[in-house]
C-alpha cells in the first residue's frame, strides 16, 4: 500500500470516530425519550454516558474504516474498554448495580470467543466468561493490553461477576452514514412532509454545537427535554408561515472585509450619508446573512423567486413612502444638509426600526429585512440619501 495513504488513512480514522461518537449519541439519546428525562453526557465516565432516574448507561464507541475488523478475545478494542470500566468501579465513581456497560463496535465478533458470548443477540449463557477473562490477564505479550488486564484483575470476584453480567457488545454496528439512516428513521414522524434530510440537518447541526458545549464544559448535559424542545421548535420552523433561520449570529466583520466592499453600491449608498465602519460592518453582517439564507432556502426548495419577489416589492412600497416624505423635505437644502437627512432617515426607519415586513409572519429575525433592503441599495432600487440616484451616477 502507497504510504501516503496510509497517513491519510489513519488521520481519518479517528477524526471519523469523533464524529460517529457524537452522531450515535444523538440516536441513543433519540431511542431512549420515551423515559423520564434522559441525560446525555460526553466523555464523562465514557464516550457516552446516557442517564436517567434509574439507570446510568456507559456506551463505548469503535468505529473501523477498515470494514475487515475483528474483535477477539485479546482485543485491545476490548480490553481498553474493560479498563476504563473496571477504574471508573474501582475510584468508587458509578453504581456497578445501577449501570448497563455497553460496547458499541463496526468490527464483527468471532464466533469462537468468549467476547461472543457478551453480545447483545447472542443466546449463548456467559458461564467460563470470567474465568476466560482471568486466564488471558496471566499473560504479559500484550503489551498494549496489560493495564487494562490489570485493572480488571483489581476488581473483588463480586466486582468481576456483577461488570460482565451487566456488559453488552453490540457487534457489526451501524456506520457512521447507517447511524444517520438510523436517525432518519427516530425522526421520520416528527419531521415535516417532503423534508426529512433537511429537517435533520437542522436537528443534527444544533446537536453538534451542543456536544462542543459539554466537551468544553460549558453545559454539564443535554437532556431529553431539549432534544424534543428543539425537535418541536424545528418542525414549526417549516410551518407555511414561518422558515428556518440558518444564520443566528451576526458576524464579525474586520476593517479588511470592509476595505473589500468598498465597491459595493449598497457600500457607496451608506458613505454618501457619511455612516462610519461600526455602523458599516453591521450592514455588511446582515447583507451577508440575508444573502446566504435566501440563497440556502432557495436552494432547500423552501421559498421561490415569487416569495421573494413579493417580499423585495413590499419592502421597496415601503421605502418609497417613506422616502418620498423625506425628500419633500430636502427643498434648497446644502449637500451637508442633504447628508444629515438620508442619515437620520436611514437611522430613523432603519436601526432604531426596522420596517415592518416579513417574509413569512412568523419569522422574526430582523437581519433578513435589513439585510435585503441593503440588496435593494446595492442595486440602485432604494438608496438613503435624497439624491442618491444622481450622486452614484456620477461616480
Known sequence: ????????????????????????????????????????????????????????????????????????????????????????????LLDVDSTVFTLITTATTSPDSFIYKLTINSSQNRIGVIEDMLQICTERSNQTNIKGYEAFCRLSTEQQTKLVNSIYIIDASLSIDGTLSAIKNELIYS????????????????????????????????????????????????????????FPDPLTIDENEIANYEER?????????????????????????????????????????????????????????????????????????????????YEEYYIKRTPACKIRNNFQPQYLTTGSCHMLADDKKIGWHPNFHELLNDR
Not at 220 to 237: A, F, N, Y
Not at 268 to 278: D, F, G, H, T
Not at 283 to 293: G, K, L, N, T, V
Open 1 to 92: 500500500m502507497d504510504p501516503i495513504c496510509q497517513t491519510d488513512f489513519s488521520a481519518k480514522e479517528p477524526s471519523l470516530g469523533y464524529n460517529y461518537q457524537i452522531r450515535y449519541s444523538l440516536y441513543l439519546l433519540l431511542r431512549e425519550r420515551a423515559k423520564a428525562n434522559p441525560s446525555m453526557r460526553l466523555e464523562d465516565l465514557d464516550d457516552i454516558v446516557i442517564e436517567d432516574a434509574d439507570c446510568k448507561n456507559l456506551y463505548q464507541t469503535k468505529l473501523h474504516i477498515n470494514s475487515v475488523a475483528n474483535l477477539s478475545d485479546r482485543s485491545t478494542d476490548f480490553w481498553k474498554t474493560i479498563r476504563i470500566w473496571s477504574e471508573a468501579i474501582l475510584a468508587t
Open 265 to 345: 453600491i449598497f457600500i457607496k449608498q451608506l458613505r454618501l450619508i457619511s455612516l462610519r465602519n461600526n455602523s458599516l460592518r453591521n450592514a455588511i453582517s446582515d447583507f451577508r446573512r440575508a444573502f446566504e439564507q435566501r440563497s440556502k432556502w432557495l436552494r432547500d426548495n423552501l421559498t421561490g423567486i415569487d416569495e421573494y419577489n413579493r417580499f423585495d416589492k413590499l419592502l421597496y412600497d415601503y421605502w418609497n413612502q417613506i422616502f418620498a416624505l423625506m425628500k419633500d423635505d430636502c427643498q434648497e437644502m446644502t449637500e451637508d444638509e442633504l447628508r444629515k437627512a438620508g442619515k437620520s432617515f
Open 191 to 246: 419531521a415535516p412532509i417532503g423534508k426529512l434530510d433537511l429537517f435533520v440537518e437542522k436537528i443534527e447541526g444544533w446537536w453538534f454545537q451542543q456536544c462542543i458545549l459539554v466537551l468544553s464544559q460549558k453545559k454539564d448535559c443535554i437532556s431529553g427535554k431539549e432534544l424534543q424542545m428543539k425537535i418541536s421548535d424545528t418542525r414549526e420552523m417549516f410551518f407555511a408561515d414561518n422558515l428556518p433561520d440558518d
